[in-house]
């Protein structure tokens, strides 16, 4: 029992660790940039801190509407929050972008338990950065209509072998480690969906590759679609009195 305390503590850890290292390679990042554009704008501003909050609780909420699919296991589900996430981070850079992805996970706990340890939350934040921080970037040293479906289709490929490579040499063994099934057992699971799978990799090729693809091409549709809308709303300046 105190073994697998010490473990779930060290896991948290290790999440807090990587949540810390992609906010802070996301400023250093987007400071870079503005300092060679000689953008004065602030990296975050009040304006920006709440519409962070109000975005993160829409995506929190979407992250708990999970649609299955029929190529992967049942603990594999696709879910529409990241296009909240992918608005703020067009609209305001990718340190908003990581942060909104991050408070979004916190408010999802809130608002829905973990059924997976925090593993799937650890998962959703980490696989969610590797697609939302690359396309931030693009978008903000090039901002223009044309970078900002280029930004998307490296964010959803980054996010797909990303997300692959992260769920077979880390998920998966510690979801098996930290629940103690078998990892064969995990993998049976994959094989009753699809005889292909018959590995920790053949699951990360046939159901977490696909997955991502699917989530990362319908996320940036609709991303694309909405954000014209909301973009004069979101770059609007306060009033001053």
């Known amino acids: 029992m105190n073994s697998q305390i010490t473990d779930n503590m060290i896991f948290v850890l290790q999440a807090v660790l990587c949540v810390f290292l992609i906010v802070l390679a996301a400023y250093l990042i987007e400071k870079a940039i503005n300092m060679r554009n000689h953008a004065r704008e602030r990296i975050l501003s009040t304006r920006k801190t709440a519409l962070i909050g109000l975005f993160s609780a829409i995506s929190a909420i979407l992250m708990t509407i999970e649609i299955p699919v029929p ?105 098996s480690e930290i629940y103690g099934i078998p990892l064969d057992a995990i993998i049976a699971m994959g094989t009753a969906v699809n005889p292909a799978i018959h590995s920790v990799g053949t699951m990360a090729l046939f159901a977490v590759a696909p997955l991502n693809l699917l989530k990362g091409l319908i996320d940036t549709v609709i991303t694309m679609v909405i954000y014209k809308r909301l973009s004069p709303f979101l770059k609007r300046e306060p009033q001053r009195r």
Do not use: Q, R, W
Request: hydrophobic share 55%; net charge positive; proline share 6%.
């Open 71 to 175: 190529f992967a296991p049942p603990f594999y589900k696709i879910d529409l929050s990241e296009i909240p996430v992918l608005i703020i981070v067009f609209a305001y850079g990718p340190v908003a972008g990581v942060l909104t992805e991050f408070i979004k996970v916190l408010l999802k706990l809130v608002l829905k338990s973990t059924s997976t340890a925090f593993v799937g939350e650890l998962a959703n934040f980490v696989v969610g950065a590797s697609m939302v921080l690359p396309a931030g970037i693009m978008y903000l040293v090039h901002k223009t209509k044309h970078t900002a479906k280029i930004a998307c289709a490296v964010g959803v490929l980054c996010m797909t072998c990303f997300g692959s490579m992260f769920n077979a040499v880390y998920l998966l063994p510690k979801f």
